[in-house]
């Protein structure tokens, strides 16, 4: 049963968990306009007979339950569903809401607009940390994961990409039904639609992309080294935890490229052919292992996302003949050290989640793990963390506990004072 996250309490509702999420959207790009029926499997964590799902500002047309109309209402985000006879803890059950309209982006006053949201031509979905409800009914909670079926239908010129594996693409008349689906459970912050009219590429290890057609040239430049970017995570981290990976780079300009379970997406503005974004290439990868098939229990652990994708920059630098880690280490203490040294990173407030010091100083805290119990051991702890937590989420507490087991030093005052002191440690 899903609990409310420490930090978004008002996101995610209890008394259930969705297991699968079965999304069938018509979406007209030049009208913006987005007709869904979306079928979510339940489960009942204790007895039912009202539940909510969180919904952005969509016209709700009719909401089954088991087959049957019930009654709802729709406002302030939250979908309000009267069961009726009530539903025994421990069943399963299917809900199926039919919802019309232009998908609006969730407005949140620390990280802007969240979620679907339009591109000059085409659409863009971008749902860290709570932007899943602009586009679906969902259970919008970080700490449950389940497994979806998404079909997208738009006009044919469209390539549309969406998470997990493309196993149908139907050409109707003018409109094309693009089918995807993702068996790894996923949380719902990750999910994604993404609609543009792209060249369809493979890199070299098989993996797939889609690009503008004016910047396929310079793509090549400076993704041609992610098959060996996988290749570095696959030894140090351990086999790739999904089906395969997917990239997308947007006609337009985006302030940070975007992560999402098995796809990445980047901006116009992140390929320049001279590898000048490739560090956050090795960033968006990296969180395939860390935030994606490990997930977070809670975003107050939010440093075990960013600080392990923001070392495994270090780590690709080092792997590529660029700066090695320990150097780029001093430089991101010393630039640590000119900074507040106000900011817990193990608990760092939902209002500084994404400070760019959770990333640096959590960066800095696994390179100090590692000079503690050196490369085997460390290396190690990291594979041995992917695989226990592997499509599960996790807790800081989780990790100090599977990096005990790999010294007999104790690791409880090291962490203490890089995770929860403000004060940079010596």
Known sequence: MALNDSYLPAHGNTGYRVAHYDLEIDYKPVAARLSGRARLTVVAGEALTAFALDLGTFKVERVLVGGKPVRYSHGGGKLRVRVGKPVPAGTRFVVEVRYVGTPRPIRTRAWGDLGWDQLTDGAIVASQPIGAPSWFPCNDTVREKATYRIAVTAPSPYTVLANGVLVDGRVGGSTTTWVYEQDVPMATYLATVQVGQYEELELADGQPAAVPSRLVAKFATDFGR?????????????????????????????????????????????????????????????????????????????????????????????????????????????????????????????????????????????????????????????????????????????????AQRHTSLPLGPFFRSWLHEGKLPA
Not at 315 to 336: D, F, H, I, Q, Y
Not at 367 to 389: I, K, M, Q
């Open 226 to 402: 992610q098959p060996a970017m996988m290749a570095l995570f696959e030894r140090l981290f351990g086999p790739y935890p999904f089906g395969q990976y997917s990239v997308v780079v947007t006609d337009d300009d985006l302030e940070v490229p975007i992560e999402a379970q098995g796809l990445s997406v980047f901006g116009a503005n992140h390929v320049d052919g001279k590898r000048g974004f490739e560090r956050l290439v090795a960033h968006e990868l990296a969180h395939q292992w860390f935030g994606n098939s490990v997930g977070l229990a809670d975003w107050r652990h939010i440093w075990l996302n960013e600080g392990f994708a923001a070392y495994s920059e270090w780590l690709w630098s080092a792997e590529s003949g660029g700066t090695p880690a320990s150097v780029l280490a001093t430089r991101a203490r010393a630039l640590l050290a000119r900074q507040p040294q106000n900011l817990r990173i193990g608990d760092p407030g939902v209002a500084d989640m994404f400070d760019d010091r959770v990333y640096k100083r959590g960066a800095l805290t696994l390179h100090s793990l590692r000079t503690v119990l050196g490369d085997a051991a460390f290396f190690s702890a990291l594979r041995e963390w992917t695989h226990t937590y592997r499509h599960r989420t996790a807790t800081t507490e989780q990790f100090i506990a599977v």
